[in-house]
């Protein structure tokens, strides 16, 4: 069965930092892309960023871009996003998504809870 | 960015109804190789997202038949044939084709 659990949301000031993790099992992690997506609390599902299998690829959001980096390790089977700079308007739910290729996202985490604020 | 325009953004139905959401987008989403990279997403309450349907009317396992989807180009429809109690969520769908960025609908929220 795949498995994907988001760590590290909590609460920060701004212009803090945070690190997210996100745990895959269940399949062979180093074979797929994997994306964050976020949801500001009440709002709709926002793309963050993507990295392909092999890390060769990055994209990220133009509102994260330059703050927020993405990196994977294949061998820990786990997907991280470096956040900096945060903002009040970075509050939201992180989720880890599998994708499988061109957007389709087949497999999401349960989410991470990120509130920016002093 | 391919802005993804969902509607309604409220659907009000009674069980056993059909119920019918429109996506479309600002640009077609039929690539080259023939596919159309239009999926759909059900958010219940308080869960997190998950896949119905890919490549347009592609429904993904253990989604029940009564979930169909259809459309071409920049036009899309997710319908529901006999809507059940379990199916109160918010509805949306997302483009895969013209990225980055993945872009997502505002979303339809289904309301028994």
């Known amino acids: 069965e795949v498995q994907l659990v988001e760590s590290g949301g909590g609460l920060v000031q701004p212009g803090g930092s945070l690190r997210l993790s996100c745990a895959a099992s269940?399949?062979?992690?180093?074979?797929?892309?994997m994306n964050w997506v976020r949801q500001a609390p009440g709002k709709g599902l926002e793309w963050v960023s993507y990295?392909?299998?092999?890390?060769?690829?990055?994209y990220y959001a133009d509102s994260v871009k330059g703050r927020f980096t993405i990196s994977r390790d294949n061998a820990e089977n786990s997907l991280y996003l470096q956040m900096n700079s945060l903002r009040a308007e970075d509050t939201a739910v992180y989720y880890c998504?599998?994708?499988?290729?061109?957007?389709?996202?087949?497999?999401w985490g349960q989410g991470t809870m990120v509130t920016v604020s002093s | 960015d391919v802005v993804m325009t969902q509607s309604p953004l409220s659907l009000p139905v009674t069980l056993g109804q059909s119920a019918s959401i429109s996506c479309r987008s600002s640009?077609?989403?039929?690539?080259?190789?023939?596919?159309?990279?239009l999926n759909w997403f059900q958010q219940r309450p308080g869960q997190s997202p998950r896949r119905l349907i890919y490549?347009?009317?592609n429904r993904d396992s253990g989604v029940p038949d009564r979930f169909s989807g259809s459309g071409s180009g920049t036009d899309f429809t997710l319908k529901i044939n006999g809507v059940e109690a379990e199916d109160v969520a918010i509805y949306y769908c997302?483009?895969?084709?013209?990225?980055?960025?993945?872009?997502f609908g505002q979303g339809t929220k289904l309301e028994i």
């Open positions: 990295i392909s299998s092999s890390s060769a690829t990055m």
């Open positions: 998504a599998r994708d499988v290729n061109w957007g389709a996202f087949d497999n």
């Open positions: 490549k347009v009317s």
């Open positions: 997302m483009q895969g084709r013209h990225w980055p960025p993945y872009t």
């Open positions: 269940g399949f062979t992690f180093r074979t797929y892309a």
């Open positions: 640009q077609s989403l039929l690539y080259s190789d023939g596919d159309t990279y």
